[in-house]
């Protein structure tokens, strides 16, 4: 794509976003920073319809982004290769509310491994700061928690993973030590299995997804976002959700530092 097409593409994409509305070309000449005619616009949308790029709603109306030319742009447009700092969980509230995105925020709190205890050669009992674990002794697996005493749960189970231990791994993966938010719970109304939506809420999407885009998950016209972010110096991750035509970046500017 030469550059005049696709600067006057990306303006286009982000005047539909805000104003969620079909694009003319004399609409788009009046609204953008070019020296371009209405005529050589409306060149350019045909080449783009032509291309899947634009679609037309209606005839007589004017032309819209392509789903697969929303997914595109936002793979382009939102940076989750860093971790995200938020200001607030309040500031998360308001966004997700005016956005139209449901948000689900999972914070981790710190657990330190403080005691072990052998319970009869049955099982060990892990102790940390407020939770506990127990796992089926065996000797040598006794003696490899030994070793870790003082460390944080994520660490114990990175470590776990890391060396096959599984059974620790999958018992503690089980141990709830994060905090939960959700915002825009009913921006998720368009998801009809009920299990699908309660791996999200409950943070367990966190889970079995790396950091990226997903599309496949949801209905085409939805995008899904995960990624890494910290809150008060708190690391977590946050899961959003909603269609491809919302603000995310506004929506992004508003919950950053």
């Not at 982000?14 to 070309?25: H, N």
């Not at 470590?159 to 719970?185: D, H, M, P, Q, W």
């Not at 009913?186 to 997903?214: A, M, P, R």
Request: proline fraction near 2%.
């Amino acid at each position: 794509m030469n550059q005049r097409k696709e600067t006057l593409l990306n303006e286009m994409i982000a005047i539909y976003i805000k104003d969620g509305m079909p694009i003319g070309s004399e609409s788009l000449k009046l609204s953008i920073n070019m020296k371009i005619s209405s005529a050589t616009i409306r060149n350019y949308f045909k080449v783009l319809v032509d291309e899947g790029i634009l679609t037309q709603p209606h005839i007589s109306s004017g032309k819209i982004p392509t789903n697969s030319t929303l997914k595109a742009y936002w793979k382009k447009n939102i940076n989750i290769s860093d971790i995200l700092n938020i200001n607030n969980i309040e500031q998360i509230s308001k966004a997700s509310k005016e956005h139209k995105i449901f948000c689900n925020i999972k914070i981790q709190k710190q657990e330190i491994l403080q005691k072990i205890i052998n319970y009869n050669d049955e099982y060990s009992i892990l102790i940390f700061d407020s939770i506990e674990a127990i796992i089926p002794y065996t000797r040598h697996l006794h003696s490899f928690l030994n070793e870790l005493l003082y460390q944080d749960i994520e660490e114990i189970k990175s470590i776990a993973k890391s060396v096959c231990a599984n059974e620790l791994y999958k018992r503690l993966e089980g141990v709830t030590n994060a905090k939960i938010y959700n915002f825009g719970f009913e921006e998720l109304f368009f998801i009809k299995d009920l299990d699908s939506v309660l791996k999200i809420i409950n943070g367990n999407i966190h889970c079995t997804l790396k950091n990226g885009f997903y599309f496949d998950l949801f209905p085409d016209g939805y995008i899904g976002i995960l990624q890494d972010i910290t809150i008060d110096k708190k690391r977590g991750k946050m899961f959003v959700v909603g269609e491809l035509k919302q603000d995310y970046t506004s929506f992004y500017q508003k919950i950053a530092s």
